[in-house]
């Protein structure tokens, strides 16, 4: 048995703790909402009073944070009034393993990662990607950065959590997939639920239509696991009210990362950047806390204008 703390306990980092502690390791958490605690407890958790009780002791910690102000905050006290700055990572033993599977920027998982190599710990990014469902199943898609002895011993506990573990390259370099990635999630989502409302709008139905896409040239990931229109999938977020899955407002948040990275990169990215431009639209407009494929009802509401 591993003794792991792990700190943040939302709709992914909830069900990635319960996994671990199902299979039967020591798994000391905390989060600063009782709900999330009190979810973490049922399921098998250890409750700490804060983060720094969470980590003491622990092998293996892993964050899951909103932002990279969050992850600084949490391991290097950068943000006003955060408990535990750097004592937090001096509260870690010589060599244990840093795990965090925030999606935030690069250089905030670089400054992090220098900091923690400086006290002897080891350190990886690796987001993930997935979902709530794959959270929930043990099935997500981890992407890490750092170095391979570190994704080496970290193997057995994201296995746990995951199916596909992929070494993307040295430390940031998890951040820098999973940007790419999410970034042409964005892309391929807005197309689909643009393909549909075109569809629709012309007197199909969107069930038959999604099968005729997904057995053709136009199938994706979107249209075939995530499908954005209701009914069509029965356990997709779009056919309970959007509710749960991943928020719009993240994924403005992922796609502004996109966009910082592409500057940084000096790299065209035109799709990336109107994908991000009606997904902010989206969440303007009050639906930030909808899961993504909610940019459906901005192509609906369009159409409802026009009639």
């Given amino acids: 048995m591993t003794r792991i703390g792990f700190i943040g306990l939302g709709n992914m980092g909830g069900p990635m703790a319960a996994n671990l502690a199902r299979a039967g390791h020591g798994v000391q958490v905390f989060d600063l909402m009782p709900e999330n605690m009190d979810k973490a407890i049922a399921a098998g958790c250890i409750a700490a009073g804060d983060a720094r009780e969470a980590v003491s002791g622990c092998e293996v910690v892993i964050s899951m944070l909103p932002a990279g102000e969050h992850v600084r905050g949490l391991w290097l006290g950068e943000s006003a009034g955060e408990k535990g700055g750097q004592d937090l990572l001096a509260a870690l033993p010589v060599g244990a393993l840093l795990i965090d599977s925030s999606t935030i920027d690069v250089a905030s998982a670089r400054q992090v990662g220098k900091a923690a190599k400086a006290r002897g710990i080891r350190f990886i990014d690796a987001p993930v990607s997935g979902g709530v ?17 570190d994704f080496e011993a970290a193997k057995p506990i994201l ?3 995951g199916q596909n573990l992929f070494h993307a390259g040295p430390l940031g370099a998890g951040q820098i997939a999973k940007m790419c990635n999410n970034m042409l999630l964005a892309i391929h989502m807005a197309g689909t639920a643009e393909a549909l409302a075109l569809g629709v709008k012309e007197g199909l139905d969107p069930g038959v239509l999604s099968t005729i896409m997904g057995k ?17 999938m029965e356990n997709a977020p779009a056919s309970r009210g959007y509710q749960g899955g991943f928020m719009t407002r993240l994924m403005v948040k992922d796609l502004g990362l996109a966009m910082g990275l592409a500057e940084h990169a000096h790299s065209a990215v035109p799709m990336g950047a109107l994908a991000r431009n009606l997904f902010n639209l989206h969440a303007q407009q009050g639906q930030g806390g909808l899961d993504f494929s909610s940019i459906l009802t901005l192509y609906r509401s369009k159409e409802a204008g026009k009639e």
């Fill in 216 to 232: 053709s040239s136009g199938n994706n990931w979107s249209l075939e696991r995530y499908n954005p229109w209701p009914g069509v």
């Fill in 159 to 161: 296995a746990l959590m």
């Fill in 133 to 149: 469902a794959g959270a929930t199943a043990g099935t997500l898609t981890f992407i890490i950065g750092g170095e391979p002895a």
